[in-house]
């Protein structure tokens, strides 16, 4: 699970990322990545109702949340990543959505 230091949790901190970021589209997910001056990588993820019911919306953000931690090392520091699922992302299974979320990251880095 991520740590508290490795979450966005303002609102203004997701509109900001969502607006100036570098966006990457794919086939589950949409990828806004920002950098900024020091301190780490933050993730913040909305999976809105569309998605499915709650168990389903909670099961895609798990699975998403698990693919940034995998990636964490990977990532270089003084990034904030916002991550929206789309609704085919209730279809995708772990291992898809764990590579559509490395290639957005490499793209966008």
Same mark, same amino acid.
């Given at each position: 699970?991520?740590?508290? =230091?490795? &979450?966005?949790? #303002?609102?203004?901190?997701? &509109?900001?990322?969502? *607006? #100036?970021g570098r966006r990457c589209a794919g086939a589950h997910?949409?990828?806004?990545?920002?950098?900024?001056?020091?301190?780490?990588?933050? +993730?913040? +993820?909305?999976? =809105?109702?569309?998605?499915?019911?709650?168990?389903? *919306?909670?099961?895609? *953000?798990?699975?998403?949340? =698990?693919? !940034?931690?995998?990636?964490?090392?990977?990532?270089?520091?003084?990034?904030?990543?916002?991550? &929206?699922?789309?609704?085919?992302?209730?279809?995708?299974?772990?291992?898809?959505?764990?590579?559509?979320?490395? *290639? !957005?990251?490499? &793209?966008?880095?």
């Amino acid at each position: 699970m991520l740590s508290r =230091a490795n &979450r966005l949790t #303002r609102g203004l901190d997701y &509109r900001h990322v969502v *607006r #100036r970021g570098r966006r990457c589209a794919g086939a589950h997910i949409v990828t806004h990545v920002v950098s900024h001056a020091g301190g780490g990588v933050r +993730f913040g +993820f909305i999976v =809105a109702k569309n998605v499915g019911s709650a168990v389903t *919306r909670n099961t895609v *953000r798990r699975r998403l949340k =698990a693919a !940034c931690q995998a990636l964490l090392p990977a990532i270089g520091d003084g990034k904030d990543v916002v991550i &929206r699922a789309l609704p085919t992302s209730s279809l995708a299974d772990y291992a898809t959505l764990h590579a559509e979320v490395r *290639r !957005c990251l490499e &793209r966008a880095a």
